[in-house]
């Protein structure tokens, strides 16, 4: 296969996460058909390919995770503000301790999915290049 031809492959198959902004789990399941169907076309391709679908496989653990760690909060931040349970009545006194939280979670969402954005874009320019790149904070689910 021609150098280039590999290059804007190993592109595509990078950039191809941002699928998830139009179909659920695009993000994993565009880089995966990708991968599998270039993988055989040469060992770059196939670097590239496991290094993209890993990424993105832990890029939505470690989305699930913060999202998994912010429902006890909330569920009891609920559950603190319920007078009693006679009268059904909630009351939504958001203390500054509360909105801060939820702030600095909210900041921590927004960095998380920023860098998740940034590193395909350096990875899919990267590839585009001819370089191999390695996406920090992946874990290997595919060798």
């Known amino acids: 296969m021609k150098q280039n031809n590999q ?4 592109f595509l198959i990078h950039i191809s996460a941002f699928a998830g902004f139009i179909v659920p789990f695009g993000h994993i399941i565009t880089p995966l058909i990708a991968w599998q169907t270039l993988k055989k076309r040469s060992p770059f391709l196939d670097a590239h390919g496991k290094e993209a679908v890993n990424f993105n496989l832990s890029y939505t653990l470690y989305a ?18 319920f007078n009693s349970f006679n009268d059904f009545s909630i009351d939504f ?5 509360i909105i801060l939280g939820f702030i600095g979670l909210g900041t921590v969402t927004g960095i998380i999915y920023l860098a998740g954005i940034a590193l395909v874009i350096i990875a ?10 390695k996406y920090p904070f992946t874990i290997k689910f595919i060798k």
Do not use: C, H, Q, V
């Open 7 to 10: 290059n804007t492959n190993a």
């Open 93 to 97: 006194d958001f203390t500054t301790n």
């Open 124 to 133: 899919s320019l990267k590839a585009k290049e001819g370089e191999n790149y």
């Open 64 to 81: 699930l995770i913060l999202t998994l760690t912010f429902i006890p909060f909330a569920i009891g931040t609920f559950f603190r503000n």
